[in-house]
Nanobody, 121 residues
Framework: QVQLVESGGGLVQPGGSLRLSCAVSGSIFSINTMGWYRQAPGKQRYLVARITREGSTNYADSVKGRFTISRDNAKNTVYLEMNSPKPEDTAVYYC???????????????WGQGTQVTVSS
């Protein structure tokens, strides 16, 4: 019905930059909040950043000033620009989207498959 496909993960050096993308497709009427979570080995998944359809954003304290979330509503895509990453940013990053499925009045949360980001020299 609805698919989220992430791209852009990989290996990045500390102080470098990396851009993650997540494209949403399928039976979409509209998309409300979109965002990114991350999960490091042995730790819980937690919110990194989110953005409303109108463009309001929230960030985890650990990434404020370094990461920027944005979205292109015409392309149903959300981005995460990671600047000056640190080794502690190493994790699997998951995108999500709150989607109102076409033909329904209901909002469902959909998740991407996850993309590995490794910050290392």
């Amino acid at each position: 019905q609805v698919q989220l496909v992430e791209s852009g993960g990989g290996l990045v050096q500390p102080g470098g930059s990396l851009r993650l993308s997540c494209a949403v497709s399928g039976s979409i009427f509209s998309i409300n909040t979109m965002g990114w979570y991350r999960q490091a080995p042995g730790k819980q998944r937690y919110l990194v950043a989110r953005i409303t359809r109108e463009g309001s954003t929230n960030y985890a304290d650990s990434v404020k000033g370094r990461f920027t979330i944005s979205r292109d509503n015409a392309k149903n895509t959300v981005y995460l620009e990671m600047n000056s990453p640190k080794p502690e940013d190493t994790a699997v990053y998951y995108c999500y989207a709150d989607v109102i499925v076409a033909g329904t009045e209901y909002e469902y949360a959909y998740w991407g498959q996850g993309t590995q980001v490794t910050v290392s020299s």
